[in-house]
């Protein structure tokens, strides 16, 4: 926590205007630490009266920390939030093809040890932001990210919520869920190849055994990456943009956030 709290939060900074709020949400480039590895985040806040307000942890696709995810932390601070879009894989490591992301993110498929102390380290940052109420925190995250996001909840993480946009739903150990304090909201496509049935079925069997409150939607006719606008339509390819799941599951979203900060 030291050396979080020491880390160098200034890098880059942009302004945009908060919808309704009429004050301008600050977003900045923010550098932390997991031991000896920088890591390159992204937090967003809109200048609040409130002293303590909802935190939300972003966590990318394989593809590493991109524009979208930073543009997604800045429209949550939009809504009266702080908004931390983390970086899972180190400064500077932003794979540009699929093959590339594919071996990065398979480093953290394979070691979880590795990958839970990556995102304990972005959660460790956004509480160490003073304007954060710990106990209103959601995570969120794609594909790479909702394995993430449920990894980081089944380490005991004092969230509020968790929703998972077409994860990863494996775990190293079912036994874990019991240790799930937060509500959890997971968002998958139907005809996902790369999460079939039988991993969907062990998930809802490891959330049903530890009484997990959690929710599973599953989108007709969607594959993986269904809320990415990149990934084209051609769903024979296991991977397409969907954006009638897309337009559907933020939806659920927006609904699952009122439920669990009342925001």
Known sequence: MKTLLAATLFLVSTRVMAAGLGSPTLGKSVIYKEKETELEGYMAETPMKKKKVPGFIIVHDWMGLSEENKQEAEKLADKGAVALAVDIYGKGVRPKTGDEAGKTAGIYKKDRALLRERIKAGYNLLLANKKVDPKKIVILGYCFGGMTALDLARTGADLA???SFHGNLDSVDPKEAKNIKAKVLVLHGAIDPYVPAAQVDAFQKEMDEAKVDYQLVKFS???????????GTDISKGAAYNATADARSRKMFDSFVVEVLGM
């Open 221 to 231: 006719g969607a594959v993986h990456a269904f809320t990415n606008k990149n990934a």
């Open 161 to 163: 919520g968790v929703v």
